[in-house]
């Protein structure tokens, strides 16, 4: 019997100290990215803001149009010219150069 007393005082101390600096709850990171993004994360890598997309898009339709009309004239069938012009004004649409 004296020797469990004497395992039981021997070890409590360690005990209330494991006890003293284990946390109540969880912890959470300290870099929480929920806290600045708010769940809104900007996927638009390009950069483009979008009056920028906006005016890319009205070139590319702009584009669609005149292609459809050198189609017409070509009869059906861009020709290598043509061809070669549509995909360079494509391209500077693309690439975000004028």
């Keep these: 019997m004296k020797l469990l007393v004497a395992l039981l005082l021997i070890g409590t101390p360690g005990l209330a100290q494991a006890q003293a600096f284990r946390p109540s709850m ?47 004239q070509d009869g059906g069938t861009l020709s290598d010219h043509n061809r070669a012009y549509v995909k360079r004004k494509a391209l500077n649409i693309l690439d975000g150069s004028r």
Excluded at 36 to 59: C, E, H, I
Aim: a positive charge; zero cysteines; charged letters at 25%.
């Design 26 to 72: 969880p912890m959470a990171p300290a870099f929480n990215p929920e806290r600045w993004f708010d769940g809104a994360v900007n996927y638009n890598r390009s950069g483009d803001t979008p009056t920028m997309r906006a005016q890319k898009l009205r070139r590319a339709l702009a584009l669609r149009d005149e292609a459809a009309v050198l189609l017409a």
